[in-house]
């Protein structure tokens, strides 16, 4: 009976700790962000008397602004909640993961500790679909400089008989709005979120919307962007929360996802007078304030498949979707000898082009080319987004003379004329001219021919190193003898059985790190994936699949595997999809060995 008297008390000691370690949580805004973004931290007490709140110590973080409390109760029924919200916005002070610890605070008179949260913090600067645009002045309201006029809305008197719950919600609305329901993949979507509201409030966004399956393009400003509207036929003091450029990845259902705003209103009593009163002598003192989360509702948008390719002669499909033209060109200080000289193919236009690779030149004989590089310029002041992307291929010629480099060729898709187009560039002449090169790298024209060319100083060359050669043979053989030693047996030792070692962990560190991005990026995550998976296998003798599950039981080492688990879910997009660029494998690539160098330390 005392034993069975003892468990019980144990059990209930563990209900009231677990209930009080659910009713005071760490909440962050995003576990992934980039290192020039801002993250969220809440400290959220709910249905608990709160006291002597502590915040803890953010080491590696710049804390914007905070800390910031706010207190909500809401009425359900008989049944009401009240929640208070500690938060502070953070900024890191560099790459890497940590911890965010928790706060401490008398919860109902006890001494308790919040969790604990993990933030990735990726060597980008911006992390797309994540980073929320109104973080610049995430403490104020979105309403600050919304065109209220002076006075109290008349919507926030309570006559006798209203709600103030009724009056928000017929005046406060969240919207998203899209220039089109139906697309190609690939073509530019712009979505909008507005909040509109007839009332005075102190509003902030306490959700971004989170977008995967498409590309995004952040248009939203840094300004905010407050002006009227009239929605049926009623005037909305509207401000725009986020706009953003979208261009889908794959055919089917994409997902715009909602947005929410918090709205705190105070209202003040009118049930005793009439609005006549009310315009000579307003109230001055409120009567109630409430606090409402509002969401706009979640749109699709029906994505449709590109067409079959038809034959458009030699050239292939870029995979670009818009509108765009073409160019070729060279440098204007011209062509010469002995020097890299760089032929640049331009794309620009309204449109998809992140997945255009180099075009394949036809180079005549007696040039030699080299991996192109790439420049993207984007103009977000309109939509859609006017892009600019350049590629540099350096290139170098052997011999003096005229070169003739053939018409380029570029194909896309045009969504509003439903049809692929064939875009072609004009040839070029390259009138090349002799060059010498200097120790500097500077190559300067000539009209004059080299006396002392190459030839001559190859045979100098050659002959240099055969006289080195005989020199050597004749000190070698006049060089004094040694008197030779007698040879001493050497027991032959019993030959052991050689054991076939498999690879340390720590040699896939040396594996990856030998690794480089090229234009044919799905080879190369095919082979980070590969390592990754053997270093699982020997440092833990896992596999990738098991990982959530050693995680849990592992929490030591959580955030390193779970950064790597997010990583092999990346390779694994990038092995079948062209989504990354060159750069952002090289990223990848980096990620891989500093949290494969933790998990070894």
Avoid at 278 to 289: F, I, K, Q, R, W
Avoid at 360 to 385: C, H, M, N, R, Y
């Amino acid at each position: 009976m005392q034993v069975l008297k003892r468990n019980l008390f144990i059990i209930l000691l563990l209900i009231v700790q677990s209930s009080f370690a659910q009713s005071f949580i760490t909440r962050a805004s995003a576990t992934s962000i980039g290192k020039n973004d801002v993250v969220q931290i809440e400290y959220i007490a709910q249905d608990v008397a709160v006291d002597q709140f502590v915040l803890p110590r953010f080491n590696k973080w710049n804390v914007v602004s905070g800390p910031n409390v706010s207190s909500s109760t809401t009425q359900i029924g008989n049944v009401t909640k009240q929640q208070v919200s500690y938060s502070v916005m953070l900024q890191p002070t560099k790459p890497g993961t940590f911890l965010i610890p928790g706060a401490t605070a008398l919860i109902n008179n006890k001494p308790q500790r919040s969790n604990g949260v993990t933030i990735v913090v990726r060597n980008v600067d911006h992390l797309q679909g994540s980073r929320p645009p109104a973080q610049t002045s995430p403490s104020g309201s979105v309403l600050d400089q919304l065109p209220f006029q002076d006075q109290v809305p008349a919507n926030q008197y309570l006559q006798k008989g209203e709600k103030a719950i009724d009056k928000i919600r017929n005046n406060i609305i969240v919207r998203l709005e899209v220039n089109k329901h139906s697309c190609y993949v690939g073509e530019p979507i712009l979505a909008t979120y507005k909040l509109c509201t007839r009332l005075r409030s102190k509003s902030k966004v306490v959700k971004q919307p989170q977008f995967s399956g498409c590309t995004v393009i952040e248009l939203t400003s840094e300004q905010q962007d407050a002006h009227i509207e009239r929605i049926n036929g009623v005037e909305y003091n509207v401000f725009v929360i986020r706009k953003v450029q979208l261009f889908p990845l794959e055919a089917g259902k994409l997902e715009l996802p909602s947005t929410s705003v918090e709205n705190k209103v105070t209202f003040y009593d009118a049930s005793d007078k009439n609005y006549r009163d009310l315009y000579y002598g307003a109230p001055s003192l409120p009567v109630e304030e409430q606090l409402v989360t509002l969401q706009n509702k979640t749109d699709f948008i029906d994505v449709k498949p590109l067409p079959p390719l038809p034959t458009v002669g030699s050239s292939e499909f870029s995979n670009a979707v818009g509108n765009f033209n073409v160019s070729l060109s060279v440098g204007e200080d011209g062509i010469t000898t002995n020097n890299t000289n760089h032929l640049s193919f331009t794309v620009q236009g309204t449109g998809n082009l992140q997945q255009v690779k180099a075009p394949s030149i036809q180079w005549p004989k007696g040039i030699e080319s080299f991996e192109a590089t790439e420049l993207v310029e984007d103009d977000k002041t309109a939509f859609p987004v006017k892009t600019r992307k350049t590629f540099s291929i350096p290139f170098v010629v052997g011999k003096k003379g005229d070169y003739t480099i053939p018409a380029v060729q570029f194909t896309y898709f045009d969504p509003a004329a439903n049809r692929y187009v064939t875009r072609t560039t004009s040839g070029l002449l390259l009138r090349v001219a002799h060059g010498v090169k200097t120790y500097t790298g500077i190559s300067k024209k000539t009209e004059t021919t080299d006396t002392f060319g190459f030839d001559a100083r190859l045979f100098i060359l050659l002959g240099a190193g055969l006289l080195a050669v005989v020199i050597g043979l004749v000190w070698f053989n006049r060089r004094p003898k040694m008197p030779l030693q007698p040879v001493a047996k050497v027991p032959v030792p019993v030959q052991q059985p050689v054991e076939i070692k498999q690879p340390e962990s720590a040699e896939y560190l040396f594996k990856i790190r030998e690794l480089q991005p090229e234009a044919d990026s799905s080879s190369f995550y095919k082979l980070l994936c590969k390592h990754l998976h053997s270093y699982l296998n020997s440092k833990f003798n896992i596999e990738a699949g098991q990982l959530p599950s050693y995680i849990e039981q592992h929490p030591e080492s959580g955030a390193e595997l779970q950064l790597l688990k997010e990583l092999l879910e990346d390779c694994r997009l990038g092995m079948y999809t062209p989504v990354y660029s060159v750069e952002e494998a090289m990223q990848h690539r980096l990620l891989a060995i500093e949290v494969l160098c933790r998990l070894e330390k």
